[in-house]
């Protein structure tokens, strides 16, 4: 069964660094997300991309996160400038386009350490 | 917006047990519901899920869930509950349409079940 990978599975940076989430979503998903999981807290929501732009984003994404799709199949999420309340576990998630596809599939994750 | 509601923040079982997480949402539209469950250490796994037609959906692992539309309710059961099923549990919605709509999550039980 297909399904979407992430890279790397941990990663750990000092505050103020830059970091880069990778995602690789299932071929042919049109839909793709972020969320984010803070040790012992519940699946937040952070942005929602298609078409190339971003269609919806929740306040925790401030200026110091963006995503893309550089070359038309990785999909990433950028901090800026990383703060120790960044380190979270950071979720991929695609979903296929069309009427039907209803379900998003989510990836393992990126335990992401701010030191 | 859409809201997710689950009761129970811990449950302690002894295995054999029977189990029933609740799990209550609030949208004023036409929903896809969702359990996930997360083993320790480990990422999202997807349950079961409900989008449309017979109300009472199985699941992977002897899980089923009942969507009772009138209640706005969603809850988890299992018959006999076994030491590996020890994790947490997320109820998940969101709205059902063919866009971008985001997963909206609750807040997540914890199960301990004890051998």
Not at chain 1, 93 to 99: E, L, M, N, V
Not at chain 2, 79 to 88: G, I, K, L
Not at chain 2, 94 to 104: C, D, F, L, P
Request: hydrophobic share 35%; charged share 20%; aromatic share 14%.
């Amino acid at each position: 069964e297909p399904e979407v990978t992430q890279t790397p599975s941990h990663q750990v940076t000092q505050m103020g660094q830059e970091v880069i989430l990778r995602c690789v979503p299932i071929s042919n998903h049109l839909y793709f997300y972020w969320y984010r999981q803070i040790l012992g807290q519940k699946v937040e929501f952070l942005v929602s991309f298609y078409n190339n732009e971003i269609s919806e984003k929740s306040e925790i994404f401030d200026d110091q996160f963006s995503v893309e799709r550089p070359d038309g199949s990785n999909f990433t999420l950028k901090i800026r400038s990383t703060k120790l309340e960044d380190s979270a576990m950071y979720f991929c998630a695609t979903k296929g386009g069309g009427g039907g596809a209803q379900e998003q599939y989510f990836g393992p994750g990126t335990r992401l350490t701010v030191t | 917006a859409q809201s997710v509601s689950q009761h129970n923040h811990h449950v302690i079982l002894s295995e054999a047990a029977s189990l029933e997480l609740g799990c209550n949402y609030s949208y004023g539209g036409t929903v896809n519901l969702f359990w996930y469950v997360q083993y320790p250490g480990q990422h999202l796994q997807l349950l079961l899920k409900y989008f449309s037609g017979d109300p009472l959906v199985k699941g992977i692992k002897g899980f089923e869930a009942e969507f009772i539309k009138s209640k706005f309710s969603f809850n988890l059961r299992k018959p006999s509950v076994q030491w590996s099923d020890t994790a947490e549990y997320f109820c998940a919605v969101n709205a059902r349409n063919g866009g971008y709509q985001k997963v909206t999550f609750g807040t997540g039980t914890k199960l301990q079940v004890i051998p």
